[in-house]
């Protein structure tokens, strides 16, 4: 996930530069930065206990399951935030809500993958080199 942070961030900085510098614009690159950056987080922790899961450990299934919990009700939140957000009135903003609100969308169908991948946690717990 850490990955997808900086196409997101380049993309901020093009709509920084070329936005009307306005302070609805600038608080439009707030609000996106912390949004995504709330659901970014989350996905984070989830991602770090599948990786020691991965690495062969056993993890704290509860744990697991309250960190992917928070990372779908972030994911949700964020898109819901972006759908309310009256986008400043200039071309690039409203392609780049476009272009969050389709990561966004992305990332909540990620969440819903980690369901899954939790639930096997959940029954196969240390993983195996089989599972791996």
């Not at 920084?16 to 922790?45: H, K, P, W």
């Not at 919990?69 to 409203?94: G, I, M, R, W």
Request: aromatic share 8%; charged share 20%; with cysteine.
């Amino acid at each position: 996930m850490k990955k997808t942070i900086l196409p997101i961030s380049i993309a901020i900085v093009f709509v920084l530069s070329a936005c009307v510098s306005t302070q609805a614009v600038a608080d439009y690159n707030d609000f996106i930065v912390e949004s995504t950056d709330r659901m970014d987080m989350q996905c984070g922790e989830v991602a770090e206990i599948m990786g020691l899961w991965f690495e062969g450990q056993t993890v704290d299934v509860a744990a697991l399951e309250t960190e992917q919990n928070e990372f779908s009700a972030a994911s949700a939140t964020c898109l819901a935030e972006l759908q309310a957000y009256s986008v400043p009135n200039a071309d690039t903003c409203k392609a780049m809500q476009t272009v969050v609100l389709d990561y966004t969308n992305n990332t909540i169908a990620l969440a819903k993958a980690y369901d899954e991948v939790v639930a096997y946690i959940k029954d196969h717990n240390p993983a195996t080199d089989g599972d791996a």
